[in-house]
């Protein structure tokens, strides 16, 4: 055969090959991943793989950003109300803590990897989205500042009756993100376990407390 012919007719072939390629479905797609994530990590210590399964959340909210589209405003609100049914109101009626001890919470990004104790305490983390106080020198900008956060909402005394409404929104809002906006990638602290109930009400003060660095 010519050689320029069949220079011409074999990437044609290879097209025609390719042409008759079934394309695995999305579905397909997710649970090719979905296997390959399960077969690649293993239990390990209080690490388990058991992170790895989706709630309806997570679910519904990753299938709308792969579709890039905003997740259907029906969907959202059935998932909200159902996130806000999990939320836990503080056991003695009490909201605010010790702010210090929400500092270092905050400041800490230790717990719930394989190389901890299980019982350990875990941090909060907070500072790898949010910038905390004027003082912070790095800090994460995936969630908004929360330099001032009690001050700007008005809150001179977070346990007024004045600041009740923006006092039991961020409980809620810590609990579970989720509560208040569907797809919210906010870990929810409290109804994931990460931080217990005196936790959050240190990192309440933290946040609130008129005399916590967060407010100055």
């Known amino acids: 055969m010519n050689k320029k ?9 290879a097209l025609a090959l390719s042409a008759c390629t079934v394309s695995p ?6 649970k090719a991943t979905a296997d390959i994530l399960k077969n690649s990590f293993q239990d390990r210590g209080i690490a388990t793989v058991d992170r790895l399964v989706q709630d309806d959340a997570n679910r519904e909210c990753a299938a709308a950003d792969v579709a890039a589209k905003p997740i259907d405003p029906t969907v959202a609100k059935a998932i909200e109300a159902a996130n806000m049914k999990t939320v836990k109101w503080p056991s003695d009626g ?9 500092e270092a919470i905050a400041q800490s990004g230790r717990g719930m990897t394989w190389t901890d104790k299980a019982g350990d305490a875990n941090g909060g983390n907070c500072y790898n989205c949010h910038q905390i106080s004027k003082e912070e020198i790095s800090f994460g900008t995936l969630g908004p500042s929360l330099y001032n956060y009690g001050k700007l909402r008005g809150v ?45 009400k240190d990192v309440m003060a933290l946040l609130l407390d008129p005399a916590s660095p967060v407010n100055k």
Request: hydrophobic share 40%; net charge positive.
């Open 25 to 30: 479905s999305a579905a397909d797609a997710d």
């Open 156 to 200: 001179t005394d977070p346990n007024s009756a004045g600041g009740k409404a923006i006092v039991e929104y961020t409980w809620g809002k810590l609990w579970n993100s989720r509560a208040y906006n569907a797809c919210s990638q906010m870990p929810r602290v409290g109804h994931k376990g990460i931080l217990n109930e005196k936790q959050l």
């Open 94 to 102: 009490k909201f605010i803590g010790d702010w210090k001890a929400g």
């Open 5 to 13: 012919i069949a220079f011409v007719l074999l990437p044609l072939a």
